[in-house]
C-alpha cells in the first residue's frame, strides 16, 4: 500500500510537471507572437480570399473568390485587387483601383512629417492592442500537452486548450476565448505556433448581438517561417452557421498568404508584384 502511495504522489508529480511544461511553453508563444506580429509591417504578400455561403445541409449555395496584391505608401499598407471569382479585373475596374490608390497617394504625401511619425505610432499602438488578449491564454486555458507530432518535418508539442471554469477574462476582448476550445502545435525548436484546430463550445455574440456565431463553428489556422527570421500565417479556414440581423447563415471563409516579400520602411511606395 505504501508503494501504491509514493508511486500515486509520483503520477501526480509528473502530471502537475507536464501541466506547468504546457503553460510555460504556451507563455513563450505568445509573446514570440506578439513579436511576429510587431516584424509582420515589414512585409508583403499574396492573398487570396475564398467565401462560400451555404445550404443548410451544407452544400455551396455561392461561392466568391478575390485575389489582391499589398502596396506600401508612406509606411501604410494598402491592397489593390488583381482579380473577382477567378477572373482578371475588367480594364474599368483597372482604372477604379489606381484612381484609389493615387488617391491615397496624394492624401498621404502631403502629410507633415510630424503628422506621419504619429499616424505610423497609433498604428503600432493600435496593432500592439489587438493582440494583447492573447496573453490571457496561458491563465484562461487549462493546457496539456498530449503528444508530440511532425508538421513539415519538425517536431512540434500538441497541446490541447480547454477553457478553465470560472476564470474572469481581465480583458473584454478575451471573453470569446471561453467559448472556444482547441489544440495547438507548437514548433519544439522555436517555440511557435506552426498549427491550431479550434471549435466553439457556446454562442458567441459581437456587436450587441448584431451577429452571433453558433456553437460548433471551426478554425482552421497555420503559419510558415520566412526568411528564417519571422513566423507569418500562410492558410486560416473558418466554417460555421450564426445569425447576422436576425437572419440565419452558414458560411466558410477561406484564406490564403504566399509570396511573402520584405520592403524598407524608408521607402516611399513598394509593391511586391502579387496579391494581398
Not at 230 to 238: A, C, Y
Amino acid at each position: 500500500m505504501l508503494l501504491f502511495h509514493r508511486f500515486f504522489l509520483l503520477f501526480l508529480a509528473l502530471a502537475a510537471l507536464r501541466a506547468e511544461d504546457a503553460v510555460a511553453i504556451i507563455r513563450k508563444s505568445v509573446e514570440l507572437d506578439q513579436a511576429n506580429w510587431a516584424g509582420a509591417r515589414d512585409y508583403t504578400w499574396s492573398g487570396k480570399h475564398v467565401v462560400k455561403h451555404l445550404n443548410a445541409n451544407g452544400s455551396v449555395a455561392n461561392e466568391k473568390t478575390e485575389t489582391w496584391e499589398t502596396v506600401i505608401l508612406y509606411g501604410e499598407p494598402h491592397r489593390r485587387f488583381t482579380s473577382r471569382n477567378s477572373k482578371p479585373l475588367t480594364p474599368d475596374q483597372q482604372r477604379k483601383e489606381q484612381e484609389k490608390l493615387d488617391k491615397d497617394v496624394a492624401k498621404l504625401r502631403d502629410e507633415t512629417p510630424a503628422h506621419r511619425d504619429k499616424r505610423l505610432a497609433d498604428e503600432e499602438k493600435q496593432r500592439r492592442k489587438d493582440r494583447e488578449f492573447l496573453r490571457e491564454i496561458p491563465d484562461l486555458y487549462i493546457l496539456k500537452i498530449e503528444r508530440e507530432d511532425l508538421i513539415d518535418g519538425h517536431p512540434a508539442w500538441v497541446i490541447s486548450a480547454t477553457p478553465r471554469p470560472g476564470y474572469v477574462p481581465k480583458r473584454a476582448d478575451a471573453k470569446p476565448l471561453l467559448k472556444i476550445r482547441g489544440t495547438i502545435w507548437i514548433d519544439k525548436t522555436e517555440y511557435q505556433w506552426v498549427r491550431v484546430e479550434a471549435e466553439t463550445i457556446d454562442t458567441i455574440s459581437f456587436g450587441l448581438f448584431i451577429a452571433r456565431l453558433s456553437a460548433g463553428a471551426t478554425l482552421l489556422f497555420e503559419q510558415t517561417r520566412v526568411n528564417d527570421e519571422i513566423w507569418l500565417p500562410k492558410h486560416e479556414v473558418t466554417r460555421g452557421e450564426g445569425r447576422f440581423m436576425g437572419k440565419k447563415i452558414g458560411e466558410e471563409e477561406d484564406y490564403t498568404w504566399t509570396n511573402f516579400h520584405k520592403f524598407h520602411v524608408d521607402s516611399g511606395i513598394v509593391t511586391d508584384g502579387s496579391p494581398n
